[in-house]
């Protein structure tokens, strides 16, 4: 069962199942399980499969609508997972999480990706750019736009990622060294370290 829907085997190995699923009716919370009759459930050693609704689906991702446009609001649902997979986004008023919204990073390095938003709020969702198992190999930039006259939210402030009972997973490559020590002081005015 995959977000509650039956899955009917394909083939299976002891290391791996492939199957079809049918069509996901409502909005659920991503869900993995697999039963082997005569012996019950089965372990999946905490990997997940999640149902994805493209941002560059047109209307099939946004209800029969047009993708969002510049100074929109967006609401990412319970259950609904959208990833992100145009290079630029409009410049969003507000980006509300309460499902996921996750950025995956292309197959090449230099590949960059960019996101604006006044305010992206994560309330009870996940907002995921590589995690610690898979880090974002390519590259992302998101900007925050607002000035000091712009409404607040209450707690969080403006021009702000707002964060409350859910998960803002930032993973990229690491980078070594990450810092470095001086072995002396440098002076004002040095033009060398």
């Given amino acids: ?7 009917v085997p394909k083939s299976a190995t002891t290391t791996s ?19 082997i009759a005569g012996r019950g459930l089965v372990s999946t050693n905490d990997n997940v499969f999640t149902y ?3 941002w560059s689906d047109g209307d099939k991702t946004w209800g ?4 969002p446009m510049e100074g929109e609001t967006i609401v990412v649902p319970k ?5 992100f997979d145009i290079d630029e986004s409009p410049k969003l008023n507000a980006v509300i999480v309460q499902g996921a919204i996750i950025f995956p990073p292309d197959q090449k390095a230099d590949h960059l990706r960019t996101f604006d938003a006044h305010y992206i709020f994560i309330d009870g969702g996940r907002m995921e750019m590589g995690t ?13 736009h607002s000035s000091i006259t712009s409404p607040y939210i209450p707690i969080y402030g403006n021009k702000c990622i707002g964060l409350r009972f859910g998960t803002l997973d930032m ?3 690491e980078k070594t060294p990450t810092w470095s020590t001086l072995e ?7 033009t060398s370290i």
Avoid at 23 to 30: A, H, N, Q
Wanted: glycine residues 8%; hydrophobic residues 40%.
């Fill in 1 to 7: 069962m995959i977000d509650n829907v039956k899955c």
């Fill in 17 to 35: 199942v492939t199957c079809t699923t049918g069509k996901r009716t409502e909005l659920v919370p991503t869900s993995l399980s697999i039963f």
């Fill in 52 to 54: 994805v609704f493209k």
């Fill in 64 to 67: 029969g609508e047009l993708a």
């Fill in 79 to 83: 259950g609904f997972n959208l990833l």
């Fill in 132 to 144: 610690a198992e898979h880090p974002y190999t390519s590259k992302l930039t998101m900007t925050m």
């Fill in 171 to 173: 993973h990229g490559v």
């Fill in 184 to 190: 002396k002081t440098v002076e004002r005015g040095a």
